[in-house]
């Protein structure tokens, strides 16, 4: 079966020190991977994709993903977070139906 | 900013109500696209559209109706607002597809939140 896996449903990291969400997922063939964030009261804004290539991949907002083919996993990382960096953060990946699969969410709080 | 409107964005209403929730780009994107978000949960796809007079639904059933006559314009009518119902609503809408080669990334609007009582 076609997944998405975002086991933490929230994660705290003191501003400065570095973060990670984790994602993994389950689809056959090559995956398709993305990330969103979701900033209170706002729209979901996407923030990078893995397609194929380099299996680590920059976005926007100093945000970086780090694809693992053995591990089927799509950890999102940033080396050193800032408190405007709270937000709930979402891992998609490409069905075979050519639409999305989501996971439930991360929401990610920063401590000054 | 993404130019992708929704409204309204929040509303408050009553059982048996027939609602239409609004969205609208001007990006000129052929396909659009309605997601079902309830807190903690995976956002579900519940129709989509890839062009003009073209509308499909998505893998998540759905009691709402959607239409496509004009590019920058995908309204979701429900017909009978049931408590169900209550849940956010997210549009958007993207250049290229997922399909055939295509990595489109997705512009959201922010939302409309429904409430039937």
């Known amino acids: 079966a076609q997944s998405v896996a975002q086991p933490e449903d929230q994660v705290n990291v003191a501003e400065g020190n570095p973060l990670t969400v984790k994602c993994t997922y389950s689809v056959s063939g090559n995956p398709y991977l993305f990330w969103y964030v979701q900033y209170p009261n706002r729209g979901l804004q996407f923030l990078l994709k893995?397609?194929?290539?380099d299996n680590l991949v920059k976005g926007s907002y100093g945000f970086e993903a780090e694809f693992n083919k053995s591990q089927t996993s799509f950890h999102l990382k940033k080396p050193s977070a800032l408190v405007s960096d709270s937000a709930l953060y979402f891992c998609?990946?490409?069905?075979?139906?050519?639409?999305?699969?989501w996971g439930a969410g991360t929401k990610l709080i920063i401590k000054p | 900013e993404a130019d992708i409107y929704q409204t309204p964005r929040y509303l408050v209403i009553g059982t048996g109500k027939k609602i239409t929730l609004e969205c609208s780009q001007t990006m000129g994107h052929d396909k659009m696209y309605w997601y079902q978000q309830d807190p903690g949960m995976e956002l579900h796809l519940i129709h989509y559209?890839?062009?003009?007079?073209?509308?499909e639904k998505g893998d998540l059933s759905s009691e709402s109706t959607v239409s496509r006559i004009r590019t920058e314009h995908f309204p979701l009518t429900l017909e009978s607002a049931r408590p169900s119902h209550t849940s956010q609503y997210l549009c958007?809408?993207?250049?290229?597809?997922?399909?055939?080669?295509?990595?489109?990334?997705?512009?959201f609007g922010e939302g409309s939140r429904l409430t039937v009582l």
């Open positions: 958007a809408s993207s250049e290229y597809g997922l399909g055939l080669g295509g990595t489109g990334e997705l512009f």
């Open positions: 893995y397609i194929t290539g």
């Open positions: 998609a990946v490409r069905a075979s139906n050519y639409q999305l699969i």
């Open positions: 559209s890839y062009g003009v007079n073209s509308t």
